[in-house]
């Protein structure tokens, strides 16, 4: 139903070719019309309108977290290469410029557009706890298309370890289903570009992402802004960093190396105990941290990955969704 168009998206230095989504010529189906966007609307330019705003919490405690360096949010290739089993020992040293992956599936009716922030280490100071080389937690947002530009933000789903949360904004048409709501989405305008944004929180160490309210900052932390690039937080309670998104279907890219390094099998990033992980009392995982089409929550209906590849159903499980809802993906590259 849609041809694409190619365009441009600066990703930190490089140029990233992206997808733009326009209608095709043959006359759209009647569900397709009426939702239809007023002009055509990139994938690229819908991630960057959505994006969180995203408080991070920082610790600076114990040698792990390198001086609140462990909690920064970062690329998977931040250290100059795509080795998931050294990312743990350079995360001291390599660049820590701060950016979150995205992609955008679409159907009828609807985008879903899921973020992932990574972090090289999910990491603890306690005896007797388990540490982790690489951490990916993220969030799946629902848009609904009601004809203007971007859409109206529905609902939320955000990965906490092995658990998903469901949230939606003050407003919003949905309401719990197969999943009881676990609170209110928060909006907030950016300073940046003076539009409203979800605002997520991820808590210190373990990393795991909620709306913020479930976590947030306490003492240290760093607010995270969509931007066109990322930066660096100049210290550990940094309250205006911008970070860049990087589209996982950009050439050379996450989706592309979804068979390679850095993962150890499907959606599973690889990770081992060197550079001091689980040093005395604590334990270390190995290949413990998951891509979006690995995240899972076993105690719920979607399966494994389902929250990026098949979110229209994920959606469909957690929520209520009144009027039309199309589950046939126009556009799904994960497929």
Not at 2 to 10: D, E, G, Q, S
Not at 59 to 88: E, K, M
Not at 270 to 290: F, K, L, R, V, Y
Not at 321 to 330: E, F, K, M
């Amino acid at each position: 139903m849609h041809r694409a168009l190619t365009a441009t998206l600066a990703t930190g230095a490089l140029l990233v070719p992206v997808a733009f989504l326009t209608p095709a010529a043959a006359a759209p189906s009647a569900t397709t019309a009426e939702h239809a966007t007023v002009s055509a609307t990139s994938t690229a330019d819908l991630a960057r309108r959505w994006a969180p705003i995203h408080y991070q919490d920082v610790d600076q405690t114990g040698s792990h977290a390198l001086g609140g360096r462990s909690d920064y949010i970062t690329r998977v290739d931040f250290d100059g290469d795509w080795n998931g089993t050294n990312n743990w020992d350079n995360t001291g040293s390599g660049s820590l410029d701060a950016y979150a992956y995205w992609s955008a599936v679409e159907t009828e009716t609807h985008w879903f557009l899921v973020y992932m922030f990574f972090h090289p280490r999910d990491w603890t100071d306690s005896f007797f706890d388990t540490e982790h080389e690489n951490d990916a937690e993220g969030v799946l947002l629902a848009v609904e298309k009601d004809g203007s530009q971007h859409g109206t933000l529905r609902a939320a789903v955000t990965v906490a370890h092995t658990d998903f949360y469901s949230y939606v904004p003050a407003g919003s048409t949905w309401s719990g289903g197969g999943e009881d709501i676990d609170g209110t989405l928060p909006m907030a305008t950016s300073p940046h570009d003076g539009a409203s944004h979800p605002v997520t929180a991820q808590e210190a160490k373990g990393h795991g992402l909620k709306a913020r309210g479930g976590y947030d900052i306490v003492g240290d932390g760093v607010v995270y802004h969509p931007a066109a690039t990322g930066e660096t937080p100049e210290h550990p309670d940094d309250r205006d960093v911008r970070y860049g998104l990087i589209d996982i279907f950009a050439p050379g890219g996450l989706w592309e190396r979804r068979d390679g390094a850095p993962f150890a099998s499907w959606g599973t990033f690889a990770g081992n105990s060197s550079g001091g992980c689980g040093d005395w009392a604590i334990g270390c995982s190995t290949n413990a941290a998951n891509a979006p089409w690995g995240w899972d929550d076993g105690d719920d209906v979607p399966g494994r990955g389902q929250l990026a590849t098949d979110p229209a159903r994920v959606m469909a499980e957690y929520f209520t969704i009144p009027g039309d809802y199309s589950r046939a993906y126009v556009s799904n590259r994960y497929r």
